[in-house]
Structure formats: C-alpha cells, structure tokens
C-alpha cells in the first residue's frame, strides 16, 4: 500500500512565521503535489513537482514555495505566514510520467492554522 | 485553474437509501477518478476510470464516465453509516499531468 506521511496533522503558527510541512511517500513515485482544502472550494493546487529539484506552480502558488531535496520528499513552504493561509493542507503522490500519469495517493492532511 | 462543477454539495439521507452524484467539466477528460475524505483524514481513491462508457463497481459503489468525456456519475446503493464523508471527483485531460477537484459532495447518512 502507498503511505504518504504528513509530519504534522495540527500546527497553530504565529502570523510573519516561517512555515514548514514536510511530506514523505514511500513508493518512489516521481510525481507530488501539495494543495489547500477549504470549505465550498475543494482541493487546489499550489505546487507540484515531477522529479528531484522540480517544480511546477499549481493554481494558487502565491505566497508558498516548495523544496524537492529527494525524491521521497516533498516540503511546503509558508515564507510569511498570514491567516488567510489558514487551511487544511494535503499533499499527494502518483506515479507515471507524460500521459501515463496514476492517481494521486494523499496524506491525512496538516490543518494549519495561522494567528 | 479548472475547477468541476460536483453536485449536490450536500446529501441527508435515510440509511439503506440509495446515493447519486455527479461531476460536470466544460473541458474533455481522459480520467475520471472519485475519492472519499472521511472525517479528518485524507482522500481514498474509490473508483478510477479511463474510457468513455466505462461503468465500474466497487462493492456499493458503482461509477460511470460520461459518454461526452466531460461528466462522471457515482452511486451508492444501500447505504449505511460509514458511508459519511465528502466525496470528491476529479478529472484530467489530454496534456499535463494535472487533476482537476470538484468541491465535494458531503453525504450524512441517518441511522
């Protein structure tokens, strides 16, 4: 079974804080991916990355930044932290490259909540 | 970005009834995938389907793609309990690798 491990599942952080969520898969997958859940809004994206040092903008990449070191792991990066981030966070991964893209496995999601 | 439009938002029903939902996108899909989030924990993957036409079970749960490639159908028949959760969709298309969510069907079932 795919596992993908968010190390935090709450974290209450402080508003102009440096934010880090890790996210760990153990399934060698190439791809990952981290969106925001809010209410009403579903799942979006707000970075992903398709092999080690990638990455690509999602849809609401404003304000966060990402970190791809290896390629089991997969860091969100909050560099100022504001209540409007204040969501719960989900990260995911798949395998497959090009058209043969898998679906994507999540976390159990990091609500994070901003002061 | 591409966001689908899922529906109901929200569902209460009676246990033992049977469940209906459906996703709608203005773009064509190649991949319709449904997912279930319960309770403070991250989405499953239920049902995955790859052609048009294509009708897949998965215990209760059975799921189309649409014949236009731009809609996808879950039903649940005789629920029960742990059947509440939120219930998502999502689509890709030709190119990228990117899958698009709908906003959830959030589903209440009344013992």
């Known amino acids: 079974d795919v596992k993908v491990t968010q190390s935090s599942r709450y974290l209450v952080k402080r508003t102009g804080e440096k934010v880090f969520l890790e996210c760990v898969q153990d399934?060698?997958?190439?791809?990952m991916f981290w969106y925001r859940q809010d209410p009403g809004l579903g799942l979006r994206l707000i970075y992903f990355?398709?092999?080690?040092?990638?990455?690509e903008k999602g849809d609401i990449p404003e304000g966060y930044s990402v970190s791809r070191e290896k390629k089991e792991r997969f860091s969100l990066i909050l560099e100022s932290a504001s209540t409007n981030q204040t969501s719960m966070y989900l990260c995911?991964?798949?395998?497959?490259?090009?058209?043969?893209?898998?679906?994507?496995?999540f976390g159990d999601g990091t609500r994070l909540s901003i002061l | 970005g591409q966001q689908l439009n899922q529906s109901p938002q929200s569902m209460f029903i009676q246990e033992g009834e049977d469940v209906s939902m459906n996703c709608t996108s203005s773009?064509?899909?190649?991949?319709w995938l449904w997912y279930k989030q319960d309770p403070g924990e991250g989405p499953v993957l239920l049902i995955a389907?790859?052609?048009?036409?294509e009708l897949t079970s998965n215990g209760r749960l059975t799921a189309q793609f649409g014949i236009t490639r731009k809609d996808s159908f879950l039903n649940i028949s005789a629920s029960i309990p742990s059947d509440v959760g939120i219930y998502f969709c999502?689509?890709?298309?030709?190119?990228?690798?990117?899958?698009?969510f709908g906003t959830g069907t959030s589903l209440t079932v009344i013992p």
């Open positions: 990355s398709y092999d080690v040092k990638m990455k």
């Open positions: 389907l790859y052609k048009a036409g």
């Open positions: 399934m060698d997958h190439e791809n």
């Open positions: 773009s064509i899909f190649n991949t």
């Open positions: 995911a991964s798949s395998s497959g490259v090009g058209t043969g893209y898998q679906p994507q496995h």
């Open positions: 999502a689509g890709r298309g030709n190119t990228g690798n990117q899958f698009y």
